[in-house]
């Protein structure tokens, strides 16, 4: 993140929440004057409304839950890109790929997943993956009905298991043309201690202090996330490792998926046991293309700009 100029209260996170319209039944394009949106993307440096650039914001009701979700149409779109974001990320975090999927001419949907971001739910919890799919299977139908043209997919570390869960389930019915998964979730770096220290304490322990591990060689972004993002939080659910441990069990015993899947890795990540996980990945995803980015760390989308560069040049639609 650059250095910010812009704030973003807890009374704009409120406000702008209250004011959020079915983002499915009155789609509309934001005006640029709306004040509650305009603190938000100021603040997280995303995309404005302009005369070549439409943007879309409102809530997607899934189970009970408010969905809060945004879309950028350009004025000449090559179809629609639907990023899936990571565990305790949200669609602010995301504004250098948003840059360069709109510079692609695609129209880009994203969205905060329940507990996360400005979406209802208690923060990072969830019990099964699948209730991420749901959310997933609803956003994109309502973008396959609003935006013209292909539908793809790219999910960040969670965001990119939350995109395999799907098409462990959709399988020859996906709807999406291509998929690219950065840094995408099934071990992390320690898992085996991890799993049975929650195996032992999960009874017992309904949270887990937060620990900001430097994911990106961008200081000013660990400094954001870390210091003055008002969307995070410094205790995690432990129901959220429990789901985690489901997910891997899941896919490691799941049968291999024929889909072509563009997989980028950075070589340094310090969040995964990557080189277990691409084994696996090998092995579940017949058709798997691999990019290695030497020196990058796990949150690829927030590295550094030399390194990011390369990423993006990387995805493959």
Same mark, same amino acid.
């Given at each position: /993140?650059?250095?910010?100029?812009?704030?973003?209260?807890?009374?704009?996170?409120?406000?702008?929440?209250?004011?959020?319209? !079915?983002?499915?039944?009155?789609?509309?394009?934001?005006?640029?004057?709306?004040?509650?949106?305009?603190?938000?993307?100021?603040?997280?440096?995303?995309?404005? !409304?302009?005369?070549?650039?439409? +943007?879309?914001?409102?809530?997607?009701?899934?189970?009970?839950?408010?969905?809060?979700?945004?879309?950028?149409?350009?004025?000449?779109?090559?179809?629609?890109?639907?990023?899936?974001?990571?565990?305790?990320?949200?669609?602010?975090?995301?504004?250098?790929?948003?840059?360069?999927?709109?510079?692609?001419?695609?129209?880009? +949907?994203?969205?905060?997943?329940?507990? $996360?971001?400005?979406?209802?739910?208690?923060?990072?919890?969830?019990?099964?993956?699948?209730?991420?799919?749901?959310?997933?299977?609803?956003?994109?139908?309502?973008?396959?009905?609003?935006?013209?043209? !292909?539908?793809?997919?790219?999910?960040?570390? /969670?965001?990119?298991?939350?995109?395999?869960?799907?098409? /462990?389930?959709?399988?020859?019915?996906?709807?999406?043309?291509?998929?690219?998964?950065?840094?995408?979730?099934?071990?992390?770096?320690?898992?085996?201690?991890?799993?049975?220290?929650?195996?032992?304490? $999960?009874?017992?322990?309904?949270?887990?202090?937060?620990?900001?591990?430097?994911?990106? #060689?961008?200081?000013?972004?660990?400094?954001?996330?870390?210091?003055?993002?008002?969307?995070?939080?410094?205790?995690?659910?432990?129901?959220?490792?429990?789901?985690?441990?489901?997910?891997?069990?899941?896919?490691?015993?799941?049968?291999?998926? !024929?889909?072509?899947?563009?997989?980028?890795?950075?070589?340094?990540?310090?969040?995964?046991?990557?080189?277990?996980? #691409?084994?696996?990945?090998?092995?579940?995803?017949?058709?798997?293309?691999?990019?290695?980015?030497?020196?990058?760390? $796990?949150?690829? +989308?927030?590295?550094?700009?030399?390194?990011?560069?390369?990423?993006?040049?990387?995805?493959?639609?």
């Amino acid at each position: /993140m650059q250095e910010l100029s812009a704030t973003f209260t807890q009374r704009a996170i409120d406000a702008l929440k209250s004011s959020l319209r !079915p983002f499915d039944q009155s789609l509309g394009a934001v005006n640029a004057e709306d004040a509650t949106v305009a603190a938000y993307l100021d603040f997280y440096q995303l995309p404005k !409304p302009s005369r070549d650039l439409d +943007v879309f914001v409102g809530r997607i009701v899934v189970s009970q839950t408010a969905i809060f979700s945004l879309a950028w149409k350009p004025a000449v779109s090559l179809g629609t890109a639907v990023v899936v974001h990571g565990y305790t990320d949200h669609t602010g975090l995301f504004n250098h790929l948003i840059e360069a999927l709109l510079d692609r001419q695609f129209t880009v +949907v994203c969205f905060d997943l329940q507990g $996360h971001g400005l979406s209802s739910g208690g923060y990072g919890d969830i019990a099964d993956f699948a209730d991420y799919v749901t959310v997933l299977e609803s956003v994109t139908a309502i973008a396959s009905e609003k935006f013209p043209g !292909p539908q793809h997919a790219v999910g960040q570390s /969670m965001g990119g298991a939350v995109l395999l869960k799907y098409l /462990m389930k959709a399988g020859k019915s996906s709807t999406f043309a291509s998929i690219n998964l950065l840094a995408p979730l099934l071990q992390p770096r320690g898992w085996t201690i991890k799993r049975w220290l929650y195996r032992l304490t $999960h009874k017992y322990r309904r949270s887990l202090r937060r620990v900001f591990r430097p994911s990106s #060689l961008d200081k000013s972004f660990l400094d954001f996330v870390r210091f003055t993002d008002p969307l995070q939080q410094t205790e995690l659910p432990v129901t959220w490792v429990g789901a985690l441990d489901q997910w891997v069990q899941e896919f490691e015993g799941a049968k291999s998926c !024929p889909q072509r899947i563009n997989l980028i890795q950075g070589c340094a990540d310090k969040t995964l046991n990557w080189q277990v996980n #691409l084994r696996v990945f090998k092995e579940k995803l017949p058709a798997l293309k691999v990019h290695l980015i030497d020196g990058a760390n $796990h949150h690829l +989308v927030n590295e550094i700009k030399p390194l990011r560069d390369r990423i993006f040049a990387a995805l493959e639609f």
